[in-house]
């Protein structure tokens, strides 16, 4: 996590997913791939051509995944939360930060292993309601940040919650 400013600047802080969660999406494709190039390459074994079919065409889906991820940018500013990402077709989600009601942090065992995490974002955002923010390092806070963040943005326009018990 690289900050590049404080809550009072006007520039944010920019978020990439941790390139380890390539291998933790992948891992089965990875171990079949591999296996498709070994025996693709092994002599005196039946039908050779479809694992170097098989370990091509994975190799090619897998190499678009990790560009993907790559690709991947979270930017958190003062006001709003913005999510780019995309290989051929870029999308830009913006999400403001006073519609963002609630956070939940997740941990796969494979994510424990890897000291990852993800970082959900829950919004009464109509084009966004939910934002994931995946393979973040598992030291970073990030929550208590945007949840400051929030905060501020909600005294600064007046937004309060109101519940019922």
Known sequence: MRATSSLSQPEGLELRPH??????????????????????????????????????????????????????????????????????????????????????????LMQQLCGLKTVRIFSTDRNTPRLDLTGMRGKNDIVPLIRGRVEYNKRKKGIYEITNH
């Open 19 to 108: 390139r380890m969660q390539f291998v933790i999406d992948n891992l089965p494709s990875l171990v079949v791939c591999c296996a498709g190039g070994i025996y693709g390459g092994m002599e005196g074994v039946p039908y050779p051509v479809v694992g170097v079919a098989v370990f091509l065409c994975l190799m090619l889906v897998l190499l678009y995944r990790f560009i993907y991820l790559c690709r991947i940018r979270f930017r958190i500013g003062t006001e709003q939360l913005v999510c780019e990402r995309g290989v051929l077709v870029r999308k830009v989600d913006y999400m403001e930060l006073y519609r963002v009601v609630d956070f939940q942090e997740h941990q796969s």
